[in-house]
C-alpha cells in the first residue's frame, strides 16, 4: 500500500512540475512578446514626428531635383534649393546628401581591363591586375545574389556594357522569366566589406585589426555598387575616375578637371551639354569611325560615356537631440526628363523625372 501511494503521489509531483513548466513556459513567452510589443510600440511613438520629417525632407529634394533636370540646370544645387524652402522645427535637424553614382565607376559591369585600371589607383600594374583576377574569380564561386536595380525597358547588360572577359558575367544578363524589364546578377558586390573574404584585399584595403582604412574610402567613393548600365557621367566624376578614364580614353585631366571645378581652389563649374564637346574643347581627343572599326574599338567613347545622370542617391539624416533617422534611397533619371511639346487640344500631364529603385530606413 505504501509502494501504490508513493507511485501515486510521484505521479502526481510529476504532472504538477510538468504543468508548471507549460506554464512558465507561456507566462516567459506571453512577457516576451509583450515586451516587443511595447518596444515598436515606443519606437514608432518616439520617431514617428522625426520619421515624417526626413521624408518630408526627401520629398522636397526630390521636387529641387526634379525640376533642376527638367530647366536643365545643375542637379547638385537641388539640396542647397530644397533646404532654403523647409520650414524645420527648432530642434530638428537635417543632413542631405545628393549624389551622383552614374558619375562613378561601376563595379558590375566592369571588365578585367576597367578594373585593372581601377585598381591602378592603388597599386601598380601588376598587383592591379591579379587585384581584378582575384576579384573576378571570387564572385564565380560567390553564392550571395545581389540587390537588383531595375531600370523600365532597358536591357542593360546587353546593350550598355562592352563584352566582358569575365565568365562570371556571361549569365548576369539573364532576365527573369516573365518580366523581361528586370535585370538580375547572380554573383556580385552587396556590400564593400565583403571584400575582405579576397587575399589581396586584404592587404590593401583593411588594416592589421581587419578594419577598413583610407584606400578602402577612396575606393568606395570612386566605384559604384548598384547596376545600372556601364555609362559614366563625365560631368560627375571625382578626380580618381578621370584618371581611370584617362586610361581608357585619350583626356586630358588637367583640362578637364580645370573645366568641371575638380580642383580644391576652383571657383567656377562647368558642364560638358555632350560628350563630343569635350573634343571640340581640346580635353581630349577620340577616335573617329573611319579610323577604327567596331571589333577594333570595343571602347567606344559613345557608349561608355554621357553628359546626364541616369542613378542619384539621396541620403537623408534626420537629427533631433540624440536620436536620429536616415533615409538613404537610389532614383533613376528617365528618359522623359525634358518635357514635351503637346497638342494645344491634349491636357496637360506631369510626367515623372525621377523612379524610385531602392529605399532603406535606418541602416
Known sequence: MNRMKKSASGAVLIFVLGMLMILSLLVTAFLQNLHQDLQAHSYLEVNSPLRNTAYNVL?????????????GKDFHEAAALAEKRLQLPSSVHV????????????????????????FRLFADTWDARMLAKQYQQWLQKKPIPSRLIDLPNKPLAAESSP???????????????????????????????QLQEIEKFQ??????????????????????????????????VSPDVLTVLSKTFFLNVEAIAHYLGLQSHATEKQFYSHVDQIQQ??????????????????????????????????RIVAFE????????SLWAVMDHAKP?????SEPSKQEAVLKL??????E
Request: charged share 30%; aromatic share 8%.
Open 95 to 118: 543632413q542631405i546628401h545628393l549624389e551622383d553614382e552614374s558619375g562613378k565607376i561601376p563595379l558590375h559591369g566592369s571588365d578585367e581591363k576597367q578594373l585593372t585600371n581601377l
Open 340 to 344: 514635351k511639346k503637346k497638342k494645344r
Open 203 to 236: 592587404t590593401i584595403f583593411f588594416d592589421k585589426k581587419g578594419k577598413p582604412n583610407r584606400q578602402w574610402k577612396r575606393l568606395t567613393q570612386s566605384t559604384s555598387l548598384p547596376f545600372y548600365g556601364y555609362r559614366i557621367n563625365i560631368n560627375s
Open 321 to 328: 537631440g540624440k536620436r536620429s533617422f536616415t533615409i538613404q
Open 59 to 71: 520629398e522636397a529634394v526630390r521636387c529641387s531635383v526634379e525640376q533642376q533636370l527638367t530647366l
Open 163 to 193: 563584352k566582358s572577359s569575365n565568365p562570371s558575367e556571361d549569365g548576369q544578363s539573364a532576365q527573369k522569366k516573365g518580366n523581361p524589364s528586370q535585370i538580375f546578377f547572380p554573383n556580385a558586390l552587396n556590400d564593400y566589406l
Open 281 to 314: 574643347l581640346g580635353h581630349g581627343k577620340f577616335p573617329s569611325s573611319s579610323e577604327k572599326t567596331e571589333k577594333e574599338q570595343p571602347y567606344s567613347y559613345k557608349k561608355l560615356l554621357t553628359t546626364k545622370p541616369h542613378l542619384l542617391q539621396i
Open 357 to 362: 529603385v531602392e529605399l532603406k530606413e535606418n
